[in-house]
């Protein structure tokens, strides 16, 4: 038996941010990464009966001791609904502090290991407003948290982490610049193409991924990073982190995530190294065609190569070299690197011959484009 989880609610196209003065709501708290867009929603507020306060997270991440901070400020206020206005950082920080509000017994090393399922967060709803560069989490029941001693991602599942209302309005800001618009584009094309070729996705999984890469791939003209269609990426990412969450975990997803230890930077900008290295030295590059051809190209190697151009267009570093990762500390990590994702590797990679070895080729060929 499977299943397929969404959102209860998703409201989508310009004008759908407006549904917020309309849900039955007294106190909400908003946790924002983005100043621009925690303005927009309390103006937008402000002619309402809601009572808002306001929790900033850090773009990159929640951490543990935010994430301290923001039960407190939770159980403070003790709102009704919680407003999560932004990318990732916003996100995932909304989700946690949900948790830890419903059970104020439990730690945030509860959760990591595992404590805090099939607990009914009914103390207070989830709205989510995804900005760009939410590695698809408006649409899961998922969170990550950094423990910055140990330089460790954690990812926590919990299905009622799953927002209750996802909204998604083209016309809340003006795109993004830089990194956060980069990185946006990157996280979708992994998390996509990561489900696209998963061997065992279903029919509900494999037409969400292939979606989102169509949409993506429309919204970026050809040798210009000037997107046409705000709507387009904001759906892509929606519906790549739909199809992501309801596959299993692939290769460039597990090794973005593992690479947070090496230094930190947010998932996207690791997959522009990761995601062409992956794709070119798999054994089965067959499994890549149906991504290729919802980007209208031929192959897998052609694939790999937009991808790249993609990457170069909007300004990332396109190796880990370039990114600044040590070459000593590199070739240090490498092997403990390769040996602990073995245990989350998709069977197709897992089953061959020296896996391990396999990994090793990929991170070394992300790292340089050459042999080290």
């Given at each position: 038996m499977a299943d397929f989880r969404i959102p209860n609610?998703?409201?989508?196209?310009?004008?759908?941010?407006?549904?917020?003065?309309?849900i039955s709501c007294h106190r909400m708290l908003i946790v924002y990464d983005d100043p621009q867009v925690n303005q927009a929603v309390q103006k937008l507020l402000c002619s309402s009966d809601i009572t808002v306060r306001t929790f900033y997270a850090d773009p990159y991440g929640a951490d543990i001791p935010q994430v301290k901070e923001g039960t407190k400020a939770l159980m403070e206020f003790k709102p009704d609904w919680i407003l999560a206005a932004g990318g990732y950082g916003a996100i995932d920080l909304a989700k946690l502090i949900r948790i830890f509000y419903q059970r104020p017994d439990l730690t945030v090393q509860d959760a990591i290991q595992d404590k805090a399922t099939d607990i009914p967060l009914d103390?207070?709803?989830?709205?989510?407003?995804?900005?760009?560069?939410?590695?698809?989490?408006?649409?899961?029941?998922?969170?990550?948290?950094?423990?910055?001693v140990s330089m460790h991602q954690h990812e926590i599942r919990n299905i009622n982490l799953m927002p209750d209302i996802t909204i998604i309005d083209p016309e809340v800001l003006s795109l993004p610049k830089g990194e956060r618009l980069a990185a946006g584009v990157l996280s979708t094309l992994v998390l996509s193409i990561d489900a696209a070729s998963d061997l065992s996705a279903n029919s509900f999984v494999r037409p969400q991924a292939l979606e989102a890469i169509s949409l993506l791939s429309q919204s970026i003209p050809s040798?210009?990073?000037?997107?046409?269609?705000?709507?387009?990426?904001?759906?892509?990412?929606?519906?790549?982190?739909i199809a992501h969450s309801?596959?299993?975990?692939?290769?460039?997803?597990?090794?973005?995530?593992?690479?947070?230890?090496?230094?930190?930077?947010?998932?996207?900008?690791?997959?522009?190294?990761?995601?062409?290295?992956?794709?070119?030295?798999?054994?089965?590059?067959?499994?890549?065609?149906?991504?290729?051809?919802?980007?209208?190209?031929?192959?897998?190697?052609?694939?790999?190569?937009?991808?790249?151009?993609?990457?170069?267009?909007?300004?990332?570093?396109?190796?880990?070299?370039?990114?600044?990762?040590?070459?000593?500390?590199?070739?240090?990590?490498?092997?403990?690197?390769?040996?602990?994702?073995?245990?989350?590797?998709?069977?197709?990679?897992?089953?061959?011959?020296?896996?391990?070895?396999?990994?090793?080729?990929?991170?070394?060929?992300?790292?340089?484009?050459?042999?080290?």
């Open positions: 609610r998703i409201i989508y196209g310009k004008g759908a941010v407006n549904e917020l003065c309309s103390k207070s709803k989830l709205i989510i407003l995804p900005l760009f560069n939410t590695n698809g989490r408006e649409a899961t029941c998922s969170a990550c948290v950094w423990d910055v040798h210009t990073s000037a997107y046409t269609d705000k709507a387009s990426l904001l759906y892509a990412q929606c519906l790549a982190g309801n596959s299993i975990p692939g290769l460039s997803s597990i090794l973005c995530s593992a690479l947070a230890s090496l230094k930190p930077a947010s998932f996207g900008i690791w997959g522009a190294a990761i995601l062409p290295a992956v794709i070119r030295l798999d054994k089965n590059p067959g499994k890549y065609l149906a991504a290729a051809k919802a980007m209208e190209l031929k192959d897998s190697a052609s694939l790999a190569d937009a991808v790249t151009e993609y990457a170069d267009m909007l300004g990332l570093p396109l190796t880990l070299s370039e990114m600044g990762v040590n070459k000593n500390t590199f070739l240090k990590k490498l092997s403990k690197l390769s040996y602990s994702v073995l245990p989350l590797l998709p069977a197709d990679i897992a089953e061959q011959k020296e896996p391990q070895k396999h990994i090793e080729q990929i991170l070394r060929m992300a790292y340089s484009h050459k042999e080290l």
